[in-house]
């Protein structure tokens, strides 16, 4: 009798165990159950897409068609990515006012809400580009020198050597990228927009992209110094050339008419 009654349980051990049953079971839930954050985020930018798809079929639809798909008048826009609509929208180049052989830089009609609503969900339509991070785009840190030699060999052809903008062919025009934001020169080369060839991340890492906004950030500024003399524009030898020839032949044509005009007053005395 002594033996069972020493084997007896306490009368609240039940009640620890429970506790602690359920202690553990809502630790797991915790651990293995998605986060409120988590679905927040995801609520969030189903929301985002939902607007963005109604700013779509207002704006877009009609040229690139109502999936996306893409139009006689206008490309697919599946696979694009958010950074590429971050880009044409920002800087109001989409939705365009007509056709043309391209499509010039103007004043945006979207809020910066209303870009990320669009952004979110074109994004969705297939994986592409996406918008940049402050970090990525930032000029700061990045390698001046290494960023002037890949913008010659990569840039300049179009762009001129500085940045200023040139003619391509049939209409069509590389343009100046004096003020243009960081955050836009990132996008642009990610996505390669209009005539422009697109440069990924596995042509061209990400810090080399950083190199080159900075060289134009610094090029670009008003602090910049020209010791070789006045940049006349920065247009390089085509400026460089007319300004050489209306003055440096105008100068040398009235200085043979100077002496002309000496000469034969000379011989008349």
């Known amino acids: ?50 607007e963005g798809k109604k700013l779509y079929a207002v704006g877009c639809a009609s040229c690139h068609g109502t999936g996306g798909q893409g139009t006689t008048d206008g490309p697919s826009l599946v696979g694009v990515g958010s950074a590429a609509v971050d880009f044409q929208v920002s800087t ?61 060999t990569n840039c300049a052809q179009c762009h001129n050597f500085v940045g200023k903008g040139g003619a391509l062919t049939n209409g069509k025009y590389a343009p100046s990228l004096e003020g243009v934001s960081p955050k836009h020169l990132y996008e642009a080369m990610q996505t390669g927009p209009q005539n422009m060839p697109s440069f990924p991340d596995t042509t061209m890492p990400e810090e080399k992209k950083k190199a080159i906004i900075a060289y134009l950030d610094t090029v670009n500024s008003d602090k910049t110094e020209t010791p070789g003399g006045m940049e006349i524009g920065g247009l390089g030898p085509v400026s460089e050339g007319l300004f050489g020839w209306i003055f440096g032949m105008g100068a040398m044509i009235a200085l043979t008419i100077w002496v002309a005009a000496r000469t034969a007053k000379a011989k008349k005395s």
């Open 92 to 152: 109001g180049r989409m939705p365009a006012q007509q056709p043309g052989a391209q499509v010039p830089k103007k004043k945006n009609i979207y809020s910066n809400a209303q870009i990320q609503q669009l952004s979110a969900f074109i994004g969705s339509l297939g994986p592409g580009p996406e918008t940049p991070t402050k970090e990525q785009y930032d000029p700061a840190g990045g390698d001046v020198a290494e960023g002037g030699e890949l913008f010659r």
């Open 1 to 50: 009798m002594k033996k069972l009654s020493a084997r007896r349980r306490h009368p609240l051990a039940a009640l620890v165990v429970l506790l602690f049953a359920l202690a553990v079971t809502g630790g797991l839930y915790a651990a293995f159950s998605p986060s409120e954050a988590k679905a927040d985020d995801s609520s969030a930018q189903s929301l985002a897409i939902e």
